[in-house]
């Protein structure tokens, strides 16, 4: 259940935020205090803090209750247990009522323009038709863009023509309206605990485009630990999620050949991992012809994969 504190002070005991900024965590206690005091500097206050617990055993909950208690921003707090960041988003998103939705890692922080940035963009473009919200930059603490900027500011396409096609790699600072985020929740699969962002994403895309603005709204440093190093034994032990990120990819016709080959691969990688036998996923896809070109070389590779991750994990 949902514990909500609500700051006084501010006119109306039941102010709607625009924006509500969901950050799902788990054993960050050490981590969050930089996010916090980045909320606290923003220029514009139209935010909510949602925070959402994944079964933290460190003092994560004593953190945020302290937080609450000194009545500077509007935070919400929930608590689950633990099932992976994507089922924490799951849960936060389906009970936020803001427009906006604005997904924060708590190993990072916002510079103290974000908000002010994101809603100034929102008010520019937020009645564009078949628009599903923004994508921003985000950047090290030292400054350095994350991979790339956007080729051409301010471009309205969709997440594969953009970021996928496009070949910017990397993360970006996405903020979704909240209406249609809520029609593609995050798959869950038994006993998995990863399921990559894009898988959303990638759905999204067609139906709807995203404004891709050469702004930055966001700060990352990749911790050891965290979800982007924690790498290929992470996608392993989840292998029906990162077979299901393949599958999308593959079933687009707009999907340009390199990913499709590369996504070819992971797609029989992971399928393997997950138990499928070579009939089975070849059925599952549309591109018989790459499905056999590519199969070789993929089942060498998982062969690999296995060999070597049995052995580090019997080290371990």
Known sequence: MRTVWRTEGRGETEFMSTLTIITPTYNR?????????????????????????????????????????????????????????????????????????????????????????????????????NLCGYSFLRCHGDGRVNTAYFPEDEKIDTYLHVRINGKIGGDKAEVFFTDILKKYPFPVFAGEKYMPEDVVWMRMSGPYQMVHINKNVY?????????????????????????????????????????????????????????????????????KLLYAVCYLPSFVLYKNWKRKYAKEDIQK
């Open 29 to 129: 206690a050490a981590l969050l205090p930089k996010l916090y005091e980045s909320l606290l500097r923003q220029t514009n206050p139209d935010f909510d803090w949602l925070v959402v617990d994944d079964g933290s055993t460190d003092d994560t909950s004593e953190l945020i209750r302290g937080y609450r208690q000194e009545k500077k921003i509007r935070i919400s707090y929930e608590r689950q247990p633990n099932a992976g960041k994507h089922t924490a988003l799951n849960r936060g998103i389906a009970g936020i009522e803001s427009e906006l939705t604005f997904i924060v890692d708590s190993d990072d922080y916002l510079p103290e323009n974000a908000v002010e940035t994101i809603l100034f963009y929102h008010g520019k473009y937020k009645n564009t038709p």
């Open 219 to 287: 700060v990352c440093d990749y911790l050891e630990g965290g979800l982007t190093n924690t790498g290929r034994r992470m996608k392993i032990h989840s292998p029906k999620g990162m077979a299901l990120r393949s599958k999308i990819y593959l079933e687009d016709p707009e999907t340009c050949f390199p990913v499709k080959v590369k996504m070819m691969i992971l797609y029989i990688i992971y399928g393997h991992f997950a138990g499928d036998g070579g009939k089975r996923l070849l059925a599952q896809i549309p591109d």
